[in-house]
């Protein structure tokens, strides 16, 4: 039995309950397969005086410790500065916040191998933590790294690099992301663990009754790379030929105001229907029901598990040529792959589902397949042991 101490910035915790929940969902079926683990969840430190504050109360509030479905999860305190201000200094900051919790946890739970959860800040601070307690370490990248840490600054790439030589093994989430690693020595320890699905957890109990003959549905942040607006605008050039069609936008974020003004723009008014941020359970209500096609045109996915959850819901799926997803999806055949940011592409390829739901169903049932074949939180977790097996021989 294998003893991990998973450490993640990114975990589910009483001021949000669904931030990592990807990392906790793996955690769990590690335990299930035999591995015992503890998790420790760095969260930035904030002054008391600031708790009148909403944003930081949260963050106060968070307590030491916590048991989440049976994980015991540890939340010590680290100096982070707003806004990614100093953020190649943040590993460093990280370990001076987290190395005495570990240290008491290892007198008790004698880890074997530490599981960082991306690079900077947490890769970088178990460099210093796998060197004092003489175990392996293994790094995952979820895309930040990648997309958006080594282009902070020159200093910020170099302390990825400098993580990626000192861990043991490099899992990526998908090819896009390993297709990243330049270095040769590096290629040759990284390996793609895609997520996965808790396919138990999918059976919505009621489905959601929804207007339109013809139905649309997308699940994101509503931010720029998401492709939202790509959506509205292809609804415009599919009114003609669907007037009833509808699309629905779960989902919220600093690009609704815009996204909202651009339906108003185009007169869809009644028909892109904007639903908010929903829980978990009430999304899977949705995939669950009358939905003709699952389009997100976002060009910026390390992955994508919202592809695979659709999928699961046997909901024919659009996706991006050169993304995370194209690990899953091969096109036309269990799910839609189109160029980014081509509206042509996307309406064309949206007109083709509506106007062949025979076909579509089909391609929407061997997206199931797939999922339910490779894409569980069961088979993820399956190969990540593997990982630890080799590292610790």
């Known amino acids: ?69 049976g994980v015991e999860v540890f939340y010590p305190r680290y100096i982070e500065f707003p806004a990614g201000l100093f953020l190649q200094y943040s590993g460093f900051f990280m370990y001076l916040g987290i190395r005495k919790i570990i240290s008491k946890l ?5 880890f074997d191998v530490i599981h960082a959860h991306t690079a900077i800040p947490v890769g970088f601070a178990s460099i210093r933590l796998s060197k004092k307690y003489k175990v392996p370490f293994v790094v995952t990248i979820h895309g930040q790294d990648f997309q958006y840490t080594i282009k902070k600054n020159n200093m910020c790439r170099k302390n990825v690099i400098k993580v990626l030589k000192s861990a043991d093994k490099i899992i990526t989430v998908s090819n896009k992301l390993r297709n990243i690693v330049e270095k040769r020595e590096l290629l040759n320890k ?22 339109g003959d013809y139905v649309m549905l997308s699940v994101s942040a509503l931010i720029k790379t998401k492709g939202i607006d790509l959506n509205i605008r292809a609804v415009s050039k599919l009114i003609n030929i669907y007037p009833t069609i509808k699309y629905y936008v779960i989902g919220d974020g600093e690009e609704y105001k815009n996204l909202k003004r651009l339906a108003d723009d185009l007169n869809l008014n009644r028909n892109v229907i904007f639903l908010g941020r929903l829980p978990h359970s009430q999304v899977i209500k949705y995939m669950s029901s009358k939905c003709d096609v699952f389009v997100l045109p976002s060009w910026q996915e390390g992955f994508g598990i919202v592809y695979i959850e659709a999928m699961n819901s046997g909901i024919p799926v659009i996706g991006v040529k050169g993304q995370g997803i194209e690990d899953v999806i091969v096109d036309k055949k269990n799910g839609f792959l189109v160029q980014p940011h081509d509206l042509d592409d996307l309406a064309c390829t949206i007109d083709y589902i509506l106007s062949h739901k025979d076909t579509a169903k089909i391609v929407g049932e061997n997206g199931k397949k797939t999922v339910l074949s490779e894409f569980t939180w069961l088979r993820n977790a399956q190969k990540t042991i593997e990982i630890y097996n080799e590292i610790m021989r």
Do not use: W
């Not at 949000?16 to 591995?35: A, M, P, T």
């Not at 290892?106 to 004698?110: D, G, H, L, V």
């Not at 895609?194 to 929804?210: R, S």
């Open 106 to 110: 290892y007198k008790k739970f004698k």
């Open 190 to 211: 990284t390996v793609v663990i895609n997520n996965g699905i808790n396919p138990e957890e999918y059976v919505a109990d009621k489905q959601v009754e929804l207007e």
């Open 1 to 69: 039995m294998k003893n991990v101490l998973v450490i993640s910035h990114m975990y589910p915790s009483s001021s949000n309950s669904v931030l990592g929940i990807f990392v906790h969902k793996q955690v769990q079926k590690l335990i299930s397969e035999g591995c015992r683990v503890k998790v420790v969840c760095p969260v930035p430190y904030v002054p008391s005086f600031l708790s009148g504050i909403k944003k930081y109360k949260a963050y106060i509030d968070i307590p030491p410790k916590m048991v989440l479905d």
